[in-house]
């Protein structure tokens, strides 16, 4: 089974400054591992994904994150933030089980950008 | 191509009433599923169908059923709304069967529902 925690349910940053959005999972088998943005009444869709080729990944909008198995983390980082990067961000793990594969989806971070 | 389309966007029900939550995709991909979003508790998955013509529970399937009417048609239903059931509700699909775990779902904008 798996399990993926999102550490903080609001981050609030200043437009310019670092986004860190943290990740944390629990997988017993190799665990593949996604992040994905919800605008305002939008769905959500795909940022980065690590799918066991490359530990960083690069995602959209400058986004990018690093598979850590040593510490089970994903977090997803920004240099630099945008007004437009305000929004929800979602960690999602996914992993083969009994019938197939399954995906959990985290929590939840919302993110704010102040001017 | 219009992606994942959900109809309708809002809808209230009273207690007891039943709905169906209509869901399309245009592109040709073989997995669908059916989430709701709740505050704080992410997205949780109601039920998924791998293929055309086969469906499984996700991780709270109680009070809802599921049609996968072809490969491009997965409805939800609520047979009894309940208070309970109020939430938004998102249809997602993906190009694979669960065979893959890498795959890459695509969302629809959501249907608000609330039940008085």
């Known amino acids: 089974a798996q399990s993926v925690t999102q550490l903080g349910s609001h981050v609030s940053v200043s437009e310019g400054a670092l986004v860190l959005l943290r990740c944390n999972y629990s997988?017993?088998?190799?665990?593949?591992l996604f992040w994905y943005v919800q605008y305002p009444n939008q769905g959500l869709q795909l940022l980065l994904k690590y799918t066991s080729a490359a530990t960083l990944v690069k995602g959209i909008n400058g986004f990018e994150a690093e598979f850590k198995k040593s510490e089970t983390s994903f977090h997803l980082t920004k240099p630099s933030a945008h007004m437009s990067d305000a929004a929800e961000y979602f960690c999602?793990?996914?992993?083969?089980?009994?019938?197939?594969?399954?995906?959990?989806f985290g929590a939840g971070t919302r993110l704010f950008v102040k001017a | 191509n219009a992606g994942v389309t959900q109809t309708p966007k809002f809808q209230v029900l009273k207690t007891g009433q039943s709905m169906t939550l209509q869901c399309a995709q245009d592109m040709n991909h073989n997995s669908m599923y059916w989430y709701r979003q709740d505050p704080g508790m992410g997205l949780r998955l109601i039920y998924y169908s791998a293929s055309e013509g086969t469906t499984d529970k996700g991780e709270v399937p109680n009070g809802y059923n599921v049609s996968r009417l072809n490969k491009r048609e997965f409805s939800l239903r609520l047979e009894s709304a309940a208070p309970s059931q109020t939430s938004v509700y998102f249809c997602a699909s993906s190009r694979t069967t669960a065979g893959s775990s890498t795959d890459t779902q695509y969302f629809g904008p959501g249907t608000r529902l609330t039940v008085l």
């Open positions: 999602a793990v996914s992993a083969r089980n009994t019938g197939g594969f399954k995906t959990i």
């Open positions: 997988s017993s088998v190799p665990p593949y």
